[in-house]
């Protein structure tokens, strides 16, 4: 069945640093991959996607490319921000509108 | 301006009372989906529904009911609640675009407890 691995958290950063979350995942055929993120106390918004092979995703300073030969959407940002800090969850869907999520990483910022 | 709501947003019962969390989207969405999240397993579709009178399982049907009477309603039915059901619950909806498709808008979440 399809499945998507993150990395665990929390990933502790100082402003200004670079980041990466690691995203892999397992599906047959051709999904589209996802980021979401969620901030304390609130739903899941989307924040980048990119739906074939690769497609590179980008949105707020955040990238993530469709790496289809490593089954890898590794999110990345050159410079994050306090105000990044959130949870942030990679998906991938295959077929109708079905997302199937990764657990989570949360991302802690500090000035 | 276009969302999902959800109600209540929090929420504490007993065991074995039963309740209903309703969803509603304003955005003529074909496509909508009930999601619990827990801590260390992110978040599990529950139920979804391609359009009206269409549901499905998702991965952790257990326990749960659903209806699509209406485009826009899509209530999540608990007819006897127990403690495992304590959760973070979402509510989405999309375009049922099929492949490549639309985003999915979530809800704000309903928190529920059952002591």
């Known amino acids: 069945g399809n499945s998507v691995t993150q990395m665990e958290g929390p990933v502790t950063l100082s402003e200004e640093a670079f980041l990466t979350i690691n995203c892999t995942y397992t599906?047959?055929?051709?999904?589209?991959l996802f980021w979401y993120v969620q901030y304390p106390g609130e739903g899941l918004q989307l924040l980048l996607k990119a739906t074939k092979a690769d497609d590179k995703g980008s949105n707020k300073g955040f990238e993530a490319t469709y790496r289809k030969e490593t089954t890898s959407f590794h999110l990345e940002k050159g410079s994050v921000q306090v105000s990044d800090s959130a949870v942030y969850f990679c998906?991938?869907?295959?077929?109708?509108?079905?997302?199937?999520f990764g657990k989570g990483t949360m991302l802690l910022v500090s000035p | 301006e276009a969302q999902v709501t959800q109600n209540p947003r929090y929420l504490i019962t007993v065991t074995g009372k039963k309740l209903t969390v309703t969803c509603s989207q304003n955005m003529n969405h074909e496509y909508m989906s009930w999601y619990r999240q827990d801590p260390g397993l992110g978040l599990r579709q529950i139920y979804y529904s391609m359009n009206v009178e269409v549901t499905d399982k998702g991965d952790v049907p257990e326990g749960y009911k659903v209806s699509r009477k209406e485009k826009r309603n899509f209530p999540l039915i608990l007819e006897s609640p127990s403690p495992n059901q304590t959760s973070l619950y979402f509510c989405a909806s999309s375009r049922g675009t099929g492949l490549g498709g639309g985003e999915q808008f979530f809800g704000p979440g309903t928190r529920l407890t059952v002591l």
């Open positions: 599906a047959t055929g051709y999904p589209s």
């Open positions: 998906a991938l869907r295959h077929g109708y509108s079905t997302l199937t």
